[in-house]
């Protein structure tokens, strides 16, 4: 496993495991299981993806099997924007994530979204930093100038910020001012979230076929060499295996370039931070009383 260095001096995995849109808690501790026994020892979940309970269960059987210890695991998990009316709601909203996942902290713990009082919540999440409870704290969904206000502003800076980020939504400038702020980019949707189709591209099966990979492998090591975190999620065996399998081969610089030619300067996704009718989906989204 390879890892990134966080501006705090925690070590996280280059690689992980998302388990947004696996609400069935079965599937999902059997997911997140068979992705654990796969290698990955980060896994991406949120509170509102209503399945933090499961990610516990899974990690609670990988440790009881010996398969790793809790020290070994990264576990990822989000502050929802209905918990972001206030310091103490957001602090209460991460003592419910770790109370949810039945662990004894969480490793990350992001500002989902910048909606509502991000900046009560975020020192709702300092206090619950402080206090041991995460490990490390970030953020989700920060654009660049948002990102940028943020950093010049609050008092601890923010380890994390994940965003949407494949060939398709290559986004530079929020690589580049990552980078000033010494934030690590982790990419959601890095295989296109089921968008795009490049299982079906040309130029990515004809790179693939060069070094024996998947496009899929492909599509997430070209992030990795980007610096970037990737979080692949699927419920399929075959695939959890496959898309941990890519740190045997090394794109050169001009199949970097071709693939970041892909880019529309847009992304084709649901989540439409610019436009009005997302952020009030999001900031009338409850995911409890
Ligand atoms: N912070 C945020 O706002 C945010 C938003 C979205 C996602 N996320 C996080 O990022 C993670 C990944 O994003 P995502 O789930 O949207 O998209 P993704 O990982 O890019 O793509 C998942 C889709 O690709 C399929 N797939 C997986 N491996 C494949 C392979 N090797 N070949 C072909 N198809 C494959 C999956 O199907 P099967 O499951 O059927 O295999 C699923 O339909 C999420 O699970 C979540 O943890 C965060």
Redesign the pocket.
Same mark, same amino acid.
């Given at each position: 496993m390879e890892y990134v260095t966080l501006n705090n001096g925690i070590k996280m995995p280059i690689i992980g495991f998302?388990?947004?849109?696996?609400p069935d808690k079965g599937q999902c501790q059997e997911a997140t299981y068979q992705a654990i026994k796969a290698g990955y020892r980060l896994i991406?979940? =949120?509170a509102s993806?209503t399945n933090e309970d499961a990610v516990g269960k899974a990690v609670k059987q990988a440790i009881d099997e010996g398969i790793c210890t809790r020290e070994d695991l990264f576990i990822t998990s989000?502050l929802w924007v209905q918990d972001m009316e206030n310091e103490e709601t957001a602090y209460q909203g991460v003592v419910a994530s770790v109370k949810k996942s039945g662990l004894e902290y969480i490793d990350l713990y992001?500002l989902?979204?910048a909606m509502k009082d991000y900046f009560a919540a975020w020192r709702g999440m300092e206090k619950a930093y402080e206090e041991g409870l995460v490990k490390a704290i970030g953020v989700?969904?920060f654009y660049p100038n948002i990102l940028t206000n943020f950093c010049e502003t609050v008092r601890i800076q923010p380890v994390v910020n994940?965003?949407?980020l494949?060939p398709y939504f290559t986004q530079e400038l929020a690589l580049k001012t990552m980078k000033e702020y010494d934030v690590v980019p982790e990419?959601? =949707?890095?295989?296109?979230?089921?968008r795009y189709n490049p299982?079906e591209n040309d130029m990515l099966l004809a790179i693939a076929q060069k070094y024996h990979k998947?496009?899929?492998?492909v599509l997430l090591r070209w992030n990795i060499q980007r610096g970037v975190v990737v979080?692949?999620?699927?419920?399929?065996i075959e695939?959890?295996q496959?898309?941990i399998d890519v740190f045997d081969f090394e794109l050169n610089d001009e199949e970097m370039k071709k693939i970041a030619s892909l880019d529309m300067g847009y992304n084709g996704?649901r989540?439409k931070h610019f436009e009005p009718d997302f952020v009030r989906m999001c900031v009338t989204r409850k995911i409890h009383d």
């Amino acid at each position: 496993m390879e890892y990134v260095t966080l501006n705090n001096g925690i070590k996280m995995p280059i690689i992980g495991f998302g388990v947004f849109q696996v609400p069935d808690k079965g599937q999902c501790q059997e997911a997140t299981y068979q992705a654990i026994k796969a290698g990955y020892r980060l896994i991406d979940t =949120a509170a509102s993806y209503t399945n933090e309970d499961a990610v516990g269960k899974a990690v609670k059987q990988a440790i009881d099997e010996g398969i790793c210890t809790r020290e070994d695991l990264f576990i990822t998990s989000k502050l929802w924007v209905q918990d972001m009316e206030n310091e103490e709601t957001a602090y209460q909203g991460v003592v419910a994530s770790v109370k949810k996942s039945g662990l004894e902290y969480i490793d990350l713990y992001l500002l989902h979204q910048a909606m509502k009082d991000y900046f009560a919540a975020w020192r709702g999440m300092e206090k619950a930093y402080e206090e041991g409870l995460v490990k490390a704290i970030g953020v989700s969904n920060f654009y660049p100038n948002i990102l940028t206000n943020f950093c010049e502003t609050v008092r601890i800076q923010p380890v994390v910020n994940q965003v949407e980020l494949h060939p398709y939504f290559t986004q530079e400038l929020a690589l580049k001012t990552m980078k000033e702020y010494d934030v690590v980019p982790e990419a959601w =949707a890095p295989l296109g979230g089921g968008r795009y189709n490049p299982f079906e591209n040309d130029m990515l099966l004809a790179i693939a076929q060069k070094y024996h990979k998947t496009v899929g492998q492909v599509l997430l090591r070209w992030n990795i060499q980007r610096g970037v975190v990737v979080i692949p999620k699927s419920t399929h065996i075959e695939r959890i295996q496959e898309n941990i399998d890519v740190f045997d081969f090394e794109l050169n610089d001009e199949e970097m370039k071709k693939i970041a030619s892909l880019d529309m300067g847009y992304n084709g996704s649901r989540a439409k931070h610019f436009e009005p009718d997302f952020v009030r989906m999001c900031v009338t989204r409850k995911i409890h009383d």
